[in-house]
């Protein structure tokens, strides 16, 4: 079983009855101690329950997050993981833990302050109305997003409408969306979903193969200059590139049903 460090059992045997709408918020966090203040600032007006889960950032994010995790102790829980396990490791402790407590959704939402909040209810208002779908940010870039990362989007883009055999993911690698907690642990528990850079588009993949609608909101993402990125060109590329072989063979399985579902549309 592909289990983030101290996913709790109940993940194993969840329901796929969804109960009412109960959405929560999840940062996977990593050593953005500089953004996380102002984030969580942002987020605290909707007055949704939030689990930041601290990557393994180790001694230099301890106390900004130890001094957040007190002021707002009230709607603010903080995991941390021993080790760092990679961001998909730490979404899916998040949404454990949430789904644990009675939440039905979890809004993922990155840590770095790139995310446009004042989206959020426009994706929980999308979730809502179709609460078995998984909801997802497009993003809108400005001028302070990097052409190599920009136009390098696209690549992915074409590989994922290939996995699927269809244009219903517009896309697959924006960081901030709201997942149907029961079924979202029920295909990473499958074993088959990366934990690093590949954790968003394969676990947006894996979920369309089972039938889950994709829906998208446009949104608004900007690069801050003093930005942290993790992304390490070489060792990511090749891991999402291995990602996509993987999904490839994956579709190539589920072919004929993937066709099936092309012919009713």
Same mark, same amino acid.
């Given at each position: 079983?592909?289990?983030?460090?101290?996913?709790?059992?109940?993940?194993?045997?969840?329901?796929?009855?969804?109960?009412?709408?109960?959405?929560?918020?999840?940062?996977?966090?990593?050593?953005?101690?500089?953004?996380?203040?102002?984030?969580?600032?942002?987020?605290?007006?909707?007055?949704?329950?939030?689990?930041?889960?601290?990557?393994?950032?180790?001694?230099?994010?301890?106390?900004?997050?130890?001094?957040?995790?007190?002021?707002?102790?009230?709607?603010?829980?903080?995991?941390?993981?021993?080790?760092?396990?990679?961001?998909?490791?730490?979404?899916?402790?998040?949404?454990?833990?949430?789904?644990?407590?009675?939440?039905?959704?979890?809004?993922?939402?990155?840590?770095?302050?790139?995310?446009?909040?004042?989206?959020?209810?426009?994706?929980?208002?999308?979730?809502?109305?179709?609460?078995?779908?998984?909801?997802?940010?497009?993003?809108?870039?400005?001028?302070?997003?990097?052409?190599?990362?920009?136009?390098?989007?696209?690549?992915?883009?074409?590989?994922?409408?290939?996995?699927?055999?269809?244009?219903? #993911?517009?896309?697959? @690698?924006?960081?901030?969306? *709201?997942?149907? !907690? =029961?079924?979202?642990?029920? +295909?990473?528990?499958?074993? /088959?979903?990366?934990?690093?850079?590949?954790?968003?588009?394969? #676990?947006?993949?894996? @979920?369309?193969?089972?039938? *889950?609608?994709? !829906? =998208?909101?446009?949104?608004? +993402?900007?690069?801050?200059? /003093?930005?942290?990125?993790?992304?390490?060109?070489?060792?990511?590329?090749?891991?999402?590139?291995?990602?996509?072989?993987?999904?490839? !063979?994956?579709?190539?399985?589920?072919?004929?049903?993937?066709?099936?579902?092309?012919?009713?549309?």
């Amino acid at each position: 079983m592909n289990t983030a460090d101290a996913l709790l059992p109940a993940a194993a045997v969840i329901s796929t009855r969804l109960a009412p709408f109960r959405p929560c918020i999840v940062i996977p966090f990593y050593r953005h101690e500089r953004a996380i203040a102002a984030v969580i600032d942002r987020l605290k007006p909707f007055g949704l329950d939030c689990w930041i889960v601290d990557d393994g950032s180790g001694a230099q994010s301890r106390p900004t997050l130890h001094a957040i995790a007190t002021r707002e102790s009230t709607w603010l829980h903080l995991h941390r993981l021993a080790q760092n396990r990679g961001k998909g490791a730490a979404v899916m402790s998040g949404c454990a833990r949430a789904l644990a407590q009675g939440f039905t959704h979890a809004v993922q939402i990155d840590a770095d302050g790139q995310h446009d909040i004042a989206d959020l209810p426009r994706l929980l208002e999308c979730a809502r109305a179709q609460p078995h779908a998984l909801v997802t940010g497009v993003p809108r870039f400005d001028a302070s997003v990097p052409p190599l990362r920009f136009y390098g989007r696209y690549l992915t883009h074409f590989w994922v409408w290939v996995e699927t055999l269809s244009f219903e #993911i517009r896309d697959s @690698m924006c960081g901030f969306r *709201v997942y149907p !907690l =029961s079924t979202t642990l029920s +295909v990473w528990d499958e074993g /088959d979903v990366g934990r690093r850079m590949d954790f968003d588009t394969g #676990i947006m993949v894996r @979920m369309f193969w089972r039938g *889950v609608r994709v !829906l =998208s909101v446009p949104t608004q +993402v900007t690069y801050p200059v /003093d930005g942290v990125s993790h992304f390490r060109m070489l060792r990511d590329n090749l891991r999402l590139t291995w990602m996509h072989l993987r999904l490839i !063979l994956g579709m190539s399985m589920r072919l004929p049903r993937l066709l099936f579902g092309r012919s009713r549309q």
